[in-house]
């Protein structure tokens, strides 16, 4: 039961272009969207999150947008940079249960690789 | 600390083997969470502690993982008899409060052999 997916194992994007990581999911009660970076050998680096009454959230380089009634969310990085090159996953969090306290169910990465 | 420490970075264990891994959270981090990546994967969710009440470990596979933060800062994620399945990076995340976008350690990877 894959409740967070990302259909895209991998993306390759020229530098200075724009980069798209999408993200779906199912669990109508997730209420607010993460994006983590992660290189090799380090853990997961928080990039920019989205809350469900937003629809687009703005942090420099990145931009997150949420599509609640398709369920889906996407990161648009632009312009992509060779040091963007990473595991990109994108994580959600539900407030139903009395699970409040922020537990995270992850997609399953995207790889991304930005050519010079 | 300046991040999450994990300990040790690495682990190769024997099929039936206990391991504890080791989390240093942040200085005041109230909130402590353990998540398992398994290759290919994205993590999965195994435990909470808020300080030192475990108020959540539906995640943890079987009843041989086990977690433990006794003094509300250091965690310990115990595994015993290990298995084959049980290979997979260990994470370690805190904040210091219910916030969203926690601090992971860089893991543990445990292999079974």
């Known amino acids: 039961d894959q409740q967070v997916k990302q259909n895209s194992p991998s993306l390759s994007v020229q530098e200075g272009r724009i980069s798209i990581l999408n993200c779906d999911y199912t669990?109508?009660?997730?209420?607010?969207f993460l994006w983590y970076k992660k290189y090799p050998a380090e853990g997961p680096t928080f990039l920019i999150s989205i809350s469900s009454i937003k629809d687009k959230n703005e942090d420099g380089r990145f931009t997150v947008f949420l599509n609640k009634s398709a369920k889906h969310l996407s990161l648009h990085i632009v312009p992509s940079q060779p040091g963007d090159s990473a595991v990109y996953f994108c994580a959600a969090r539900t407030n139903a249960g009395g699970t409040s306290y922020g537990k995270l169910t992850f997609g399953q990465g995207t790889i991304l690789t930005v050519h010079p | 600390g300046a991040g999450v420490s994990q300990s040790p970075r690495y682990k190769v264990a024997k099929r039936g083997q206990d391991v504890a891994l080791r989390c240093d959270p942040i200085?005041?981090?109230?909130?402590l969470f353990w998540y398992q990546q398994a290759l290919g994967q994205g993590p999965e969710f195994l435990t909470y502690?808020?300080?030192?009440?475990?108020?959540?470990k539906s995640g943890l596979p079987s009843d041989r993982f086990f977690a433990e933060r006794p003094e509300g800062s250091v965690s310990t994620l115990k595994i015993q008899r290990t298995q084959q399945e049980d290979s997979a990076v260990y994470l370690c995340a805190s904040s210091p409060r219910l916030s969203y976008g926690y601090t992971f350690g860089s893991g543990t990877r445990l292999t079974v052999v």
């Open positions: 669990n109508s009660m997730f209420d607010y």
């Open positions: 502690f808020q300080n030192e009440a475990q108020l959540d």
């Open positions: 200085s005041g981090h109230v909130s």
